[in-house]
Every structure is written in structure tokens, then in C-alpha cells.
């Protein structure tokens, strides 16, 4: 069985460009939780979907990020415009169970820079 | 201050030795403890999940939750140089989605 894949892997833009992150979960996974870790911190939650809606998205930084995930499959999530503070690893998740005891499935992230 | 506190380190040890990993939290209302490895340029994995107060064993690794302390640990017995990596510690409310991570502990384990 597949796991959770990320795209791309590396991405390196500049200041006030746009970009977009492609998560993939593990099929038949309703769950779907963006993370991010900026350099020397922790990992933070970004936002959660059950299927195709937010559950929870109190940990966007601010509007110029826009998570989204097409009939409860992939998501995605877009950057516009990026700013410097952006740079960070992009951690994508996944799991069967909501809540309690649920295992969580990450994928190998996808390091953004913003030159 | 942060809600869940972990020493970064590094940390290093010789081959067989106990590790002895731990964090500190704030929120009482924390039920579920998790224990992440995370190794370079891969994503956090899964090691130890505990609900509440206990301890949890499995293999090597067991994991210890003190709530009355706020105080939570991961002890590796024998450790390999392959269980070099980044150790995370993270918690949940009780019916809670969102997951708090520590900073993460980087352990090495010489050969």
C-alpha cells in the first residue's frame, strides 16, 4: 500500500510568487491534516479535512493560504503571495480514525524556501 | 511559553545503552501522548501512543505519562545506531484533532 506522498519534494521561490503543495493521503483515508515546521521550531498544525470540508483550520497564518481538497482526495495547498517567513518544511497527514487514538500518516514533507 | 517543552539536543550515546527522552507540557487537559521518530528528509513516524496516565511498552521502547507532573517519557533500552534520528513527543485534547508537537530531541547512537 501506497503512503502518503508529497509534491514536490523541494521548491524554491521568490518573494511574492505563488506556489502550490500537492498532498496525496493514503486511500481511503478521510482525514487530511496540513502541518508546517519552520526552521528551529516545532512542528505546527496548520489545518484538518474530514473528506472534503475544513474541520479545522485555526492554524492558517493568514489569508494567503488556501487549502483545498478536491472530492475528499488529494489536497492542496497554495501559497499567494509568498513571503520570506514562509520557508519551512510542509508536512502533509493522514489517518482512518478522527479523534482519539488515530494514527497518523505523514508524508516526507515538501521543503519550500523563499528567497 | 510553549505549551510542550523538549530538550533539542543533541544527545549522544554509545551503542547499548538506555536513552531516557522526556518533555514537559502545560495543558492539563491533554489526554493522548504520542512519541514520533522522524528521521532526515522524511516525515514523522509513528513510535508510541499512550491514552492518559501509564506506562506503555513495546520492544525497546517504553513509554512513560506522569499527568500529575504534566511530565512525559520515551526509554530506549539496547539502542542501535539505527535508532539515530529525531525524536518528537506531541499530545491531544481528549476529542481533539489538532496535535502539539515538541520541538523534537536529535539522538545519536554511536557504534
Known amino acids: 500500500e501506497a503512503g502518503v506522498t508529497q509534491f514536490p519534494s523541494h521548491s524554491v521561490i521568490e518573494k511574492g510568487q505563488t506556489v502550490t503543495l500537492r498532498c496525496d493521503p493514503i486511500?481511503?483515508?478521510?482525514?487530511l491534516y496540513w502541518y508546517r515546521r519552520v526552521m528551529g521550531k516545532e512542528i505546527k498544525f496548520l489545518l484538518h479535512?474530514?473528506?472534503?470540508?475544513?474541520?479545522?483550520e485555526s492554524g492558517m497564518p493568514n489569508n494567503r493560504f488556501l487549502a483545498e481538497r478536491t472530492g475528499g482526495t488529494y489536497s492542496t495547498l497554495k501559497v499567494q503571495p509568498a513571503e520570506l517567513e514562509d520557508s519551512g518544511v510542509y508536512f502533509c497527514?493522514?489517518?482512518?480514525?478522527?479523534?482519539?487514538?488515530?494514527?497518523?500518516?505523514f508524508g516526507p514533507g515538501t521543503r519550500l524556501l523563499v528567497l | 511559553q510553549k505549551e510542550v517543552e523538549q530538550d533539542p539536543g543533541p544527545l549522544s550515546v554509545p551503542e547499548g545503552a538506555i536513552v531516557s527522552l522526556n518533555c514537559t507540557y502545560s495543558?492539563?487537559?491533554?489526554?493522548?501522548f504520542m512519541w514520533y521518530r522522524q528521521y532526515s528528509r522524511k516525515g514523522p513516524e509513528l513510535l508510541m501512543y499512550?491514552?492518559?496516565?501509564g506506562n506503555k511498552e513495546d520492544g525497546r521502547f517504553t513509554a512513560q505519562v506522569d499527568k500529575s507532573s504534566k511530565y512525559i517519557s520515551l526509554f530506549i533500552r539496547d539502542s542501535q545506531p539505527s535508532d539515530s534520528a529525531t525524536y518528537l513527543c506531541?499530545?491531544?485534547?481528549?476529542?481533539?484533532?489538532?496535535?502539539?508537537f515538541g520541538a523534537g530531541t536529535r539522538l545519536f547512537v554511536k557504534a
Open positions: 497527514a493522514s489517518s482512518q480514525k478522527q479523534g482519539g487514538q488515530e494514527t497518523q500518516y
Open positions: 486511500s481511503g483515508h478521510d482525514n
Open positions: 479535512f474530514v473528506k472534503e470540508s475544513k474541520q479545522d
Open positions: 495543558n492539563s487537559a491533554f489526554q493522548y
Open positions: 499512550t491514552y492518559s496516565s
Open positions: 506531541a499530545m491531544k485534547n481528549t476529542g481533539g484533532f489538532k496535535t502539539i
